[in-house]
């Protein structure tokens, strides 16, 4: 088998549906399978998948196990030569699978490919491709001094958004991993919940002597739709998995203690702006809505990237649409 395609479902069912119905598309005439696992999220998405997408392999999980033991559940049990995770608030075009396969089998010593992100806004996603995180560049990031910079050390902005190269970094949400050649090293690191995971396994992957590529091929990524169902715990566990990422990597214990004294501060105040933000303080942008049945998922991806405004975009489709 070509690809296992593994997708962490958790209370995003009409985001999965599109997510699949875009896939699958691109699936046509390659040898794969779709492996969903559900994070225990006791709705109606089981039920819709196996109506429409009967085919889809789908795991219940006894608890939301967080992100990388559910991708480890799959990952153990797919049968591709090639492994792709893939959230399920994102849209590839009909040619995205075919495409990045291409560049992975002609790709020097591939180990793992991530590709163009832009958000619903049509907004270019920089975490589609970044430099490992510093002490220095993560300072930058998370109190802004990287406004004052010619470059975000954070993101590699020394290889454009259009170019093709090696990054140190790619993000989980779309994330190709040549099973075949890495075998456990595609496996996530189980003591990160959610977030932080994709930047562990990239740095594995560079250290098993492998190469991570960016591939310009654009998808959309609607980008934390599952972590808005509870922002406030998301806030949390973000900043503890940048805690555990530098304890694992880092044996400076003076530097270890300066970063987790720095999270908690960073924790404090995202929880204010999490909790305006929640109660509606931000002024609500204009929704601007396209139906798939009138454009492939390919035509709908440069609509929107050729967007770039302050409108929400929203993908409709005669059977299951994103509700607002």
Known sequence: MTISVVIINYKVPEYLLQCLDALYKSLTGIESEVIVVDNHSQDDSRQWVTSYFPQVTWIDAPENLGFARANNIAIRQAQGQYVLLLNPDTIVSENCIRNVLAFAGQAENFGALGVRMIDNYGRFLPESKRNLPTLWSSFCKMFGIWRLMKRNPYYNEHLGEHDCGETPVLSGAFMLLNKQDLGDTVLLDKDFFMYGEDIDLSYRITKAGFKNYYF???????????????????????????????????????????????????????????????????????????????????????????????????????DFSIRL
């Open 216 to 318: 310009p091929e654009t998808i959309v990524h609607y980008k934390g739709e599952s972590a808005k169902k509870n922002s406030m715990t998301s806030v949390r566990t973000f900043y503890e998995s940048m805690s555990i990422y530098y304890k694992k990597h880092y044996t400076n214990k003076f530097w270890y203690v300066m970063v987790v004294i720095c999270v908690q501060v960073l924790m404090f105040f995202s929880y204010i702006y999490t909790f305006f933000r929640s109660h509606s303080i931000f002024v609500a942008r204009e929704v601007v809505e396209y139906n798939a049945a009138d454009h492939t998922y390919g035509e709908l991806i440069r609509l929107i990237d050729s967007n770039k405004t302050l409108k929400r975009v929203v993908i409709l489709h005669d």
